[in-house]
């Protein structure tokens, strides 16, 4: 009505002209479509196929269809006679189809984008188990397909899907089962879709409070607005209503102020909706008084459909008006009036002719919007969300609380004020739609076997893996050089560590090392001192001296394993370390010999006379050297030790090192040495109970006890630990070991040596030698 009359008023729009229109009621069943359609056609109240009745008035275009199956029907008939048919419902591809539907066009927008613009908002809530509910016909059927596409991409998932009809609604069964199972549903977030009439079975208000807490997205097609004497529509209160973005109509609040059944007598749907809306009582006689007279109008009626201006059907409606005036525009423009005859003061205007102009029709309308009818160039529509929100005081508001644009950049699309949106639920708060818990950080999702992907379990990450996120699908691995804090959502840098001069075990490892070598320097110059002296020549002084300078420089090695690894310590210190024990070792095993060839050389005629000089030890500790010293440059040429930085040993620390490179080599220079003592022990112990006086096998065969106990003690040790302490662990050997060769053998001489000088007298020894050992003078003599 409205548009008609801006049409009429509009000299620049067909002048010279008017329009006017008839209005039909359409019914939910195909039959009495038909017959609606059929009086349309004949005219007068008549159902005469093709025949018409109706001499002046006859209507060219019918705007129509507020829903597919009522364009289906209708176009069935419709087409028969070429009549154009605007439908002003959804946006159904079905009628976009030339061949099936050539007659029908479509106001509405392309609303393809809904289920995307759905699922975007059901992301930004982080809602991800969702019920869905829906008509059950085509629209219904491909909305339910898409949505449930799009859900799927985006990992929301569907709790349950019901379909519902007006037929179904004569069912209590199925109806209290349905509202049943939506209460009972874990879900708190519902989509429903479709149209008010396909929808008529959720007739909630029946039912008071059953769904309060349910938080509902809907299209503005769906009419949820509360009716006059229904009280329940509670169970709606906190909806987001999906409504197509249109804009402000200048002049149509002032007149829908001005609107009232005695302007229009002759709208009957007019008069039924006054009283509905006024709540007028249907008793004859009472409709003239208060707001109930004809002449009332509707700016005394606290209704938000004046705040709200239009809606975006009523836009669709006023849009399909102009649509056809413009066409009609176009069309006198370009034939000469003659091609129409002319019924008295009406022009008759054959409808099929009207087709050409609407398939190429685009024009702005009274807001400058274009608008093109071409099936191939249907326009994305926009979407305001608003917010349904009821009052206690029975009045009801649409609150616009954000935008969705589907062709704008992801990410920038979907605009909401959380602040502005009124939720059903008593906290205030969105509410919470989750088949899971929610995983924190620290966590992640397992999948519960047989359920939807929605449905998880909450597993602590692994060991030096961290989430920073919550419902992480994955936990993700901390860098070698990061570890993750105790709540594992955050990785921390590892402290870099080694077995520094700074720390307590370095200083005492290295302040132990310093003394010994000291106390074997002082040993020496002991020996040096008294190099003259019978029981320092007795145990052959030059092997005594090589002995104690070996073993001052393993302790002093020792100080290679402490400090911050270099290329040069980590090739120095093992195989010094294996030179210098060998030195040591090898000069204790020619100790050895050289006591046995010198008690065998007392025997008459033996040959190991020629043995007993002083090459012959020197040869000894020489060639087991040499042999170590070759096995050490063939480890360090072919694959030579190297620094290295250890992440894995120490959760919290980066532990610095050295790689062996060769762990085969490494533990051949330890074995050489091994066989070395064993035999050095061997001898040894068969020459214990020589003399003691000048015999120091007793002493070698306890040295070598304790050597041989320390090296075997520290493989499985050395094997054990990791990082730094397995550079303390042969610190510790080193020390152990040097300490028990440097007391064993040489600690007995030195306090004959200092504290009893007059043992050390040639003199002494002959009477001790000759009293316990008889014969034994030349074997003096030569020593």
């Known amino acids: 009505m409205f548009a008609i009359e801006e049409i009429n008023r509009n000299p620049n729009l067909l002048p010279n002209i008017s329009l006017g229109f008839h209005i039909y009621n359409t019914y939910h069943n195909d039959e009495r479509i038909l017959e609606s359609s059929l009086m349309w056609l004949s005219g007068q109240g008549q159902t005469i196929p093709n025949y018409s009745c109706e001499r002046q008035r006859k209507s060219v275009v019918v705007i129509g269809g507020a829903t ?74 491909k909305f339910l397909r898409d949505l449930q596409e799009e859900m799927a991409r985006n990992d929301v998932c569907v709790a349950f899907i019901k379909k519902t009809t007006a037929r ?122 208060g707001v109930c007279s004809s002449n009332a109008s509707l700016d005394t009626l606290s209704l ?83 917010n349904y929100v009821t009052f206690s005081n029975d009045t009801e508001v649409l609150i616009k609380v954000g935008e969705f644009m589907p062709e704008a950049p992801l990410g920038q699309d979907l605009t909401i004020h959380e602040h502005a949106i009124t939720w059903s639920t008593w906290n205030k708060k969105p509410p919470q739609s989750r088949c899971s818990k929610v995983c924190g950080p620290g966590f992640q999702k397992k999948a519960q076997e047989g359920r939807s992907v929605c449905c998880f379990n909450c597993d602590p990450c692994p060991d030096m893996h961290i989430s920073n996120q919550t419902d992480a699908d994955q936990c993700v691995k901390c ?34 090392a310093a003394c010994l070598s000291l106390l074997t320097a002082l040993v020496l110059w002991v020996f040096v001192r008294h190099k003259n002296t019978p029981i320092v020549r007795a145990n052959n002084r030059d092997l005594s001296n090589i002995l104690l300078i070996s073993l001052f420089f393993c302790f002093l090695c020792s100080l290679l394993f402490i400090g911050h690894p270099t290329a040069a310590h980590c090739l120095l210190r093992q195989t010094t370390f294996g030179v210098m024990f060998t030195v040591a070792v090898s000069s204790i095993l020619a100790k050895t010999i050289i006591v046995v060839l010198a008690f065998r050389t007392t025997r008459p005629g033996s040959r190991s006379r020629k043995w007993m000089g002083s090459r012959a030890p020197i040869s000894v500790v020489f060639f087991c050297t040499l042999f170590q010293f070759l096995l050490c440059g063939v480890w360090l040429l072919l694959s030579p030790p190297f620094p290295e930085a250890d992440t894995h040993s120490d959760r919290e620390h980066i532990i610095l090192g050295c790689n062996e490179g060769s762990l085969i080599a490494f533990y051949f220079v330890l074995s050489y040495m091994g066989v070395l003592a064993l035999a050095s022990f061997a001898v040894a112990f068969f020459v214990r109970n020589l003399p003691d006086r000048f015999n120091e096998a007793k002493y070698i065969t306890f040295s070598m006890l304790v050597f041989c106990s320390v090296w075997v003690s520290f493989l499985p040790a050395y094997q054990s630990t990791k990082g730094k302490m397995m550079a303390a662990v042969e610190i510790f050997s080193i020390l152990s070991s040097s300490t028990g060769l440097l007391a064993c053998i040489f600690i007995p001489k030195c306090y004959v040596i200092l504290l009893q000088p007059h043992r050390n007298t040639k003199k002494s020894l002959k009477n001790n030698v000759n009293a316990n050992y008889p014969g034994i003078c030349s074997v003096n003599k030569k020593l």
């Not at 997205?217 to 509670?234: E, L, M, Q, R």
Request: aromatic share 14%.
């Open 168 to 289: 179904k609604a004569s069912n209590k069964d199925f109806y209290y089962y349905f509202l049943l199972s939506i209460r009972v549903s874990s879900a708190n977030v519902f989509v429903i879709y479709g149209d008010t009439n396909s929808l008529l079975s959720l007739v909630f208000m029946e039912n008071p409070y059953v769904l309060v807490r349910k938080v509902w997205i809907t299209t503005s097609h769906w009419d949820i607005a509360k009716k006059p004497g229904y009280i329940y529509f509670d169970n709606f209160h906190g909806a987001l209503i999906f409504s197509d973005q249109t804009s402000k109509i200048p002049g149509f609040k002032d007149f829908l102020k001005t609107v009232n059944p005695a302007r229009h007598p002759e709208d009957i749907f007019l008069k039924n909706f006054w009283n509905s809306a006024f709540g007028c009582p249907h008793i004859h006689g009472k409709e003239d008084e």
């Open 68 to 141: 597919s199956e009522l364009t289906f029907s209708m176009g069935t008939l419709l087409e028969l006679y070429k009549l154009p048919q605007i439908s002003y419902g959804l946006f159904d591809p079905l009628i976009t189809d030339p061949l099936q539907f050539p007659s029908v066009y479509q106001m509405a927008p392309s609303d393809t984008s809904l289920p995307l613009g759905m699922v975007r908002l059901m992301l930004h809530f982080k809602w991800t188990w969702v019920g869905l509910v829906a008509s059950d016909d085509s629209r219904g059927e």
């Open 304 to 386: 938000s459909s004046l705040e709200n201006m239009m809606s975006d059907q009523s836009y669709t409606v006023y849009t399909a008006v102009y649509a056809v005036a413009w066409a009609l525009h176009e069309m006198f423009l370009v034939r000469s009036e003659m091609e129409f005859s002319i019924d008295g003061d009406n022009r008759v205007v054959p409808p099929w002719k009207l087709h050409s102009f609407l398939k190429n029709l685009q024009f702005n309308n009274s807001v400058g919007k274009l608008v093109v009818l071409d099936k191939k160039r249907h326009s994305v529509a926009n979407y305001d969300v608003l």
């Open 479 to 512: 860098p070698e050089d990061q570890y993750p804090n105790q709540g594992r959502n955050q990785c921390l840098p590892k402290m870099v560590t080694f077995l520094a001069y700074e720390e307590p075990l370095g200083i005492a490892l290295a302040s132990t």
